[in-house]
């Protein structure tokens, strides 16, 4: 099989990943918790190395200030539902996947708060129009850090200066740029960076992160409450970080696996994983300018480009079918439609049938881009 | 002033009174007939012929399960459908009811306006004394025989396609069940289907007919004049087949009713997975995929609308639905946003 679908979750982990899955299951697979007995402590202890891990990678102000999460949507709820009150303004762009923007609007539907959408050109935000929409009542900024269905990075730096000048707070959606744009949080203004573990830091499904920065730290309530394995005595949510955030049983083994994906990434660096990225999409992007009817949705610049990039494909076959027949008939995954964000294909024209989406990995070959655009000029050339 | 009413009270056996006459079945079969439960799944050709049987026989409860809404190319053999109905918009089960309703106002009829899965089956079916199959396809047959051989109780399988049907009982425990006969269902969209293939509506009404006096007698209590066997028959031919099915009882190794492995029930083999995908479209995937024969696929429905296929895809087009069907059996149907929908337009076109 050829994996072109890595926005969607990496594939295959490196192998230190599996390895580690395999050991913590057999060996150490206990909950953490405070005290206890010694697996548990061994557990916790996992828990905390990749906290470490976290903060060093990204720069953060304190391990503590990563809370662990199910995935980038987990994360990205706790920190709108944990932030917003009724009456605060939001600002986010039409570049959201619906792990923002569904819920922001669902609060903006219940009358609760008011939001602007930015509009992106060629699939990129301008500091400029977010900061023009911030008002005096604007509590928070929510966007993504690349699209994931275009992969533009977005110019996050002076957004975030922007953001900080105005009071407001930052939440940036790493989804797709975590492990592949450099991201440093001792630079750069964010109070809320959401990730998932399992793509581009290549960890399994069921993890995630979300880092809290100080600006957050009297303003946050918890989304989830429960059982944090300490302190049990509380009526309340205990305050102590990171528990706070952290209510229920946590994917250690995920984390734990996460760890090796993380470390995997740091040695190689983001820039030498993004470069192998962007060299195999610019085969794609040839292949599309010589290609009858095939056209790259909006501006393809590598220098501001994670791993992704979605293809207008040529009448008379929709991107439904094409991945369909890559699928059974040329094994090859690719990811079809909307991708989850239905508001940048408004703003491309590309709704309701969206777009074909191709996301290699580090893993992927020049060859394998080479074969699935082989197959769909086969496809095409024979469009009934 | 009121008559007293007790005088003038007429005997709820009155108007079955033809039937009641037949010795073989006698005031204690009407009686037992009039407090009885039916389950009926799925209300078109069949399910109407079926309902009509049995709501004039007084069988006291029919539970009536379909989804779908009628149409008007129903109406050449759906027997309890008329145009206003059509202009209505009504789904089957509710126009049935409304119509069985005023046939009988004795008996209770019950709608359940619903996709019969392996979610909802046990719950639609535990409290019936006899389960009817009224489907289209093998997927729910095979869960209805799942459904019944886990509660123990009987059904009576029938299919119909141009001018032949084949109908048998099933006495779990004491017949074979359907697996045991015919272990799995042929796979998608090698078979023949009413749309395909195109239906006669009285060779429906026969075959519907059969189970109907199968099922006044189970109900009346009369299971010694049951037929065990697989009957065929051929209304365009004039063939009339038994096939001796009963002697397979307890010698097959069944993986229903011997090793009591419901795998349609439990969402095992269930054959389709839905997403979807777009607007308007909804992808029905095989979970047993199997490679499609496109050629003999399209010479089947090149009759129905415009059909085209290359190496990679076939693509159809028929009353306002697109399909686009890939090798292994998994179809992308434009046309539609509901699930259970393109569910039902799988199993009519593609076949299941």
Known sequence: MIYLDNAATSFPKPEAVYRELDRFARTSLANPGRAGHRMAMAAEKTLDDVRHALNQFFRGDAPERWAFTLNCTDALNMAIKGVLNDGDHVVLTDLEHNSISRPIRALEKAGRITATRVVSRDGYVAAEDVAAAITPKTRLVAMTHASNVLGTVQPIEAIARAVRASGALLLIDAAQSAGVVPIDLKATPIDFLALPGHKGLYGPTGTGALYAGPRADDVIRAW???????????????????????????NVLGVAGLGRGIAWVAERGPDALRKHEVELLQQVVDWADRSEGWRVAGLWDPERHAGALSLFTPEGISPQELAGILDVSFDIAVRPGLH?????????????????????????TADDVAQCLEALTAITAGVM | MAAPASTTAPDPLDRYSRQVRFPALGEDGQRALMNSRVTLCGCGALGTVLANHLARAGVGHLRIIDRDFIETHNLQRQILFDERDVADNLPKAEAAARKLRLINSTIEVEPVVTDLDHTNALDLMGDADLILDGTDNFETRYLINDAAVKLNKPWIFGGVIGSEGQTMTILPGETPCLRCVIETAPPPGMTPTCETAGVLGPAVAVIASFEAVEAIKLLAGKKEALNRDLIMVDLWDWTFRQLKVSGLFGRVDCPCCKHRKFDWLEGEAGSHTTALCGRNAVQVASRRPEPLKFPEMADRLKALGDVRHNAFMLRFATEGYEFTVFPDGRAIIKGTNDIAKAKTLYAQFVGA
């Open chain 1, 340 to 364: 989850c964000a239905p508001y940048i294909h408004r703003n491309l024209g590309s709704f309701p049938d969206g777009l074909l989406r191709l996301s290699p990995s580090p893993f992927t």
């Open chain 1, 224 to 250: 989830r409450e429960g059982g944090t394995g300490g302190d049990s005595s509380s009526e309340l949510q205990p305050s102590l970080r990171p528990y706070f955030l952290e209510a229920g049983s946590p």
